[in-house]
């Protein structure tokens, strides 16, 4: 009997668990709890800094926070000043406060950042120390409105093309070392190895850190890196040329981001502002992001190692956001070999970004994506794709190939667009899936898209758009459906006199419904190929 009960029991939990992770709405969005601090404070002058941008005060900062700690906690302050350091360690219960005017420079000495143990595009890697970095902590915080700089240009590569005249031949003067057709910048002769070796990116069995001290400089650290913390504010700070990803948040639960401004350079290398991998109930709110790579990004670990980690980002809500400059506005892989579920987007704004809702994968990552709610999102001049669901992330070769469905092919599924309005692209949908593995559910109503190219649908399968504007300047066609089956298309405009509306291909093309659309704006209005039939479209009278 007592079996039984603790069964019950067990089945019990497992179901309200279920239920409370699936019940969420925009009406009931998911939350997280902020921390809470002691008002004691303890100022970085009383341990020693000194504001003159010269003297290191990597001991000082330190001293302070690990003081706070040990008194229970409360408020470190940063004043204003320009204050040189090297890594520092968050502790538990502190708030590290930057006051306006105040500047937080991280040394270009690289020295000062010795190799750890990290994480690097979701596989252990060995890194140099972040600059500031938590691991294991509880009610930590990061205010305060002044500007952390992570002096990322000392650490990272460049191409001529990248950088006007005069600032190439200023960078060059700098030292570092020229590639032999004079098009690349490298820091070092120690980065260029790094660049040169096989697997440096990767902690391969059996070696120590000591094992890549020879390419110490290729391994550029992550700005701020949180793994495991609880109770995590991140409020109001900048957060600014970051050596690669800038704000990494991983395992954290109750993460709240508010407030932030992320300045990278557009042409950093993994410049990425914020990734946000492995955590749960997560609020990101009223910041600005202006990034070298993706923008705000979710991601859960990669291939077999995010798989064997198995933790999904989940209960995550973005609102209120600006991306400028930036590979993706919202982003979810292509790490995401953990999954993700339960991430509402909202009340957003992408200007200028290289894609502007980005979901990638590709094969070998596992993981489902699925519970994707997105509305309420403006968007211009965007230079590639508006909207892009794609499992074909880094694969030259597109061509069709069937292959086994294993626990290494990833999934999309359940994505809810609504209101959407994007002004320059030069596609405005793509949605590309497997042919082992259609992406599935995929839900756009009300979305206006102006962009060179209309819509591809790929090797997908329960596809709904309605009151979707597909304004392009190359009609011909302005929607392609390959292999895409269960597809409903209601009250679809597009622009008139346009080459083709409808381009219907493959053998697995079926049961595509089309209402409420005038189809006689078109030129032609539907052709079939590569073994598709009429037997496939379905228009409404």
Not at 7 to 22: C, D, R
Not at 180 to 190: A, I, L, R, T, V
Not at 376 to 392: G, K, T, V
Request: hydrophobic share 35%; net charge neutral.
């Amino acid at each position: 009997m007592n079996r039984i009960i603790c069964l019950l029991t067990f089945i019990g939990a497992v179901l309200s668990a279920f239920a409370q992770t699936n019940n969420y709405s925009w009406n009931n969005l998911p939350k997280a709890q902020l921390p809470t601090f002691k008002k004691d404070t303890f100022n970085i002058l009383n341990y020693g800094a000194t504001p003159d941008g010269i003297t290191l005060n990597t001991k000082s900062i330190n001293s302070a926070i690990d003081a706070c700690s040990a008194k229970g906690g409360g408020v470190v302050l940063v004043p204003q000043g320009f204050w040189l350091t090297g890594p520092i360690v968050l502790k538990s219960n502190v708030n590290f406060h930057i006051t306006h005017a105040a500047l937080l420079q991280f040394t270009d000495d690289k020295t000062q950042y010795p190799l750890v143990l990290g994480d690097f595009e979701g596989h252990a890697s060995p890194r140099n120390q972040s600059p500031i970095s938590g691991i294991n902590l509880s009610n930590i915080a990061i205010t305060g409105e002044g500007i952390i700089d992570g002096h990322g240009e000392v650490w990272r590569d460049i191409g001529k093309d990248r950088l006007i005249e005069s600032d190439w031949k200023k960078l060059v003067a700098s030292g570092g070392i020229v590639s032999e057709n004079g098009k690349e910048w490298y820091p070092s002769q120690n980065f260029l190895d790094g660049l040169n070796a096989k697997n440096v990116l990767n902690m391969e069995p059996g070696k120590t850190l000591k094992d890549y001290e020879s390419v110490k400089d290729f391994l550029r650290p992550n700005m701020v890196v949180l793994n495991n913390c609880k109770k995590v504010l991140l409020q109001n700070t900048t957060f600014q040329n970051s050596p690669a990803w800038c704000l990494h948040t991983i395992l954290c639960q109750e993460l709240t981001v508010r407030g932030v401004h992320v300045r990278n350079q557009w042409n950093a290398h993994n410049g990425d502002a914020i990734d946000v991998e492995s955590c749960k109930d997560v609020l990101v709110e009223g910041s600005t992001f202006d990034a070298g790579d993706d923008g705000i990004c979710v991601k859960s670990g990669r291939d077999e190692e995010g798989r064997r980690r198995g933790v999904p980002t989940e209960n995550m809500v973005v609102r209120d956001c600006i991306v400028y400059r930036a590979h993706g506005g919202f982003v979810i892989g292509s790490e995401m070999s953990g999954g993700a579920i339960n991430i509402f987007v909202s009340n957003c704004t992408f200007i200028g970004t290289d894609i502007g809702l980005r979901f990638k994968t590709t094969r070998g990552r596992g993981g489902i994506v699925e519970k994707i709610y997105i509305k309420d999102i403006a968007m211009r001049d965007i230079i590639n794709e508006a909207i892009l669901f794609d499992m074909y992330y880094m694969v030259k070769s597109k061509k069709k190939e069937l292959k086994p469905v294993t626990e290494a092919t990833p999934q999309f599924r359940d994505f809810y667009v609504n209101n959407v309005v994007c002004n320059g692209a030069e596609k405005g949908l793509l949605i590309r899936g497997l042919p082992e593995m259609s992406i599935k559910g995929i839900h756009l109503e009300n979305v206006a898209l102006t962009s060179q190219k209309g819509a591809e649908i790929i090797e997908a399968e329960d596809i709904s758009l309605k009151n979707v504007s597909l304004f392009s300047s190359d009609s011909n066609p302005v929607m392609l459906i390959d292999n895409g089956s269960k597809i409903t298309l209601d009250n679809i405009k597009y622009t008139s006199n346009s080459d083709l509306l409808f381009s219907i291909n493959g053998e697995k093309s079926a049961d595509i419904k089309v209402s409420k659309t005038d189809l006689s704006k078109a030129k032609e209005k539907v052709t079939f190929n590569n073994g598709s039939t009429d037997k496939a479209l379905i228009i409404a009278k």
